[in-house]
């Protein structure tokens, strides 16, 4: 997934269909990802005219994550698809989402781990109820049972209402 300028005016139409590794350090600060454990990209790319290159990219795997209730590192499968602009030429669009390519090698490899850490969830558990934590008067309970304290609790400023209905 790497082409030069000159290998892409040879073959302007380009097809890709390979497993690729993501480099950790191009993760480090995201708390919210540990690591990729696989990544496949498939797709196609054209240059036109001399000095734009696009890419449609498909990309699907696993990334390895922290359990959000339990810490533990836990599998999620991503598939996600982009599009990408590369400019051989500064200055051309001021845009931000165009690539601008400074030494005549296009490489998607950026591109692809920018599209996995869009993809990272803000949170992500396989824990049950049984994993939640707790401790000495308190305990983590699910969205759904709070829901469920919370109708069965009466606001207390309406509860003397309540009192002057039934008499």
Same mark, same amino acid.
């Given at each position: ?11 302007? #139409? ?25 990544? #496949? ?6 240059? *036109? ?8 990219? #498909? ?29 051989? *030429?500064?200055? *051309? ?51 759904? *049972? ?22």
């Amino acid at each position: 997934m790497i082409w030069t300028r000159s290998d892409l005016i040879k073959h302007p #139409h380009v097809q890709f269909d390979e497993d690729v590794t993501i480099d950790p350090q191009a993760l480090k600060g995201n708390t919210r990802i540990n690591s990729v454990k696989s990544a #496949h990209v498939s797709g196609s790319g054209y240059l *036109e005219g001399t000095d734009r290159f696009y890419a449609d990219i #498909h990309i699907e795997g696993i990334m390895l994550c922290p359990d959000a209730i339990t810490n533990k590192e836990i599998e999620v499968p991503f598939e996600t698809d982009t599009q990408e602009y590369y400019s051989f *030429e500064d200055g *051309e669009d001021n845009d931000d989402s165009v690539r601008i390519v400074t030494d005549e090698v296009i490489d998607l490899l950026p591109a692809v781990t920018d599209a996995i850490l869009l993809e990272v969830p803000l949170q992500a558990t396989e824990a049950t109820a049984e994993d939640y934590p707790s401790g000495d008067g308190w305990r983590v309970i699910s969205e759904e *049972e709070y829901e469920k304290s919370r109708k069965a609790e009466i606001d207390p400023r309406l509860a003397k209402l309540k009192e002057w209905k039934e008499n």
